[in-house]
């Protein structure tokens, strides 16, 4: 079935959607992305991802292409059209097309901001079996741009540290700075020791998570002790439990960091609930 995408105010097929090839996605990098999952044909905490993507496009001066009820209308029109139950939407929204290529940002009155978006069908999203077992990972050196707050398309590096975890015989990766746990190639790192949640403090060296911030709070309601601060691979390996958590993964349990194994490698009874809670609490307020 072909899927039915958006793009700059046009519901087409998705072997008829078409962006110029001087876009400055395409040339430069220059856009930004949210993804939000759906569960029971509802989107999860959209207001957060609306509010973040906001957030990037005024660090990067970039114009908004929509209001956020306008957004919050197309993303309910690709999930109907496309009949997703489970699954995600992914919204790009770059700087535009000019007529040529150039570093210089090109007028906003004269180039308007490309929005594109698509639906990706997950049947079994929240059940995802992976999340019974855990997963693995490796340690990689964070080698990213200094503003990873910003939900940039720069997403090369986090592509080659998720072949290393392949190559590896792992299945993701954790970015380290400093001797110090950045996060993960594509989520939020955290580790359990006893009652308390361990992860690194929001700044410009991660991205703010809109799950990170569901699952904290609900951790804090469910009186677990949270600490934001830096931590080190080799903490993280003394824990009792590790999770990462994501927008497509909510929060997936990581059995072993760089050979070592958490928790009899086997997922630890709190990350595993955290995810219990997460899923039951989000499908609540669904939009």
Known sequence: MTRTVYVNGDYLPETEAKVSIFDRAFLMADGVYEVTSVLGGKLIDFEGHAKR?????????????????????????????????EGMVYLQVTRGAPDDRDFVFPDPELVKPTLVLFTQNKPGLADNPVAKKGIKVISIEDVRWGRRDIKTVQ????????????????????MVEDGFVTEGTSNNAYFIKGNKIVTRALSNDILHGIT??????????????????????????????????????????????????????????????????????SRKVAV
């Not at 080799?234 to 994501?246: G, H, P, R």
């Open 53 to 85: 993507l906001q957030r990037s496009l005024d660090e990067l001066d970039m114009p908004s292409p929509c209001t956020m009820d306008e957004l919050l209308e197309i993303h309910r029109e690709l999930v109907k059209i496309n009949e997703i139950d």
């Open 155 to 174: 997403l090369l590096y986090p592509s080659m540290g998720k072949m290393m975890a392949k190559k590896a015989g792992a299945d993701d990766a954790w």
């Open 212 to 281: 990170r911030a569901a699952v904290l709070r609900f951790a804090k309601e469910s009186q677990m002790e949270v600490e934001e601060r830096n931590f080190t691979i080799e903490e993280a390996q003394q824990a009792d439990e590790a999770f990462i958590t994501s927008a497509s993964t909510f929060v997936m349990p990581v059995v072993e960091i760089d050979g070592v194994s958490l928790g009899g490698g086997v997922p630890g009874p709190r990350a595993a609930r955290l995810r219990e809670i997460y899923l039951e609490e």
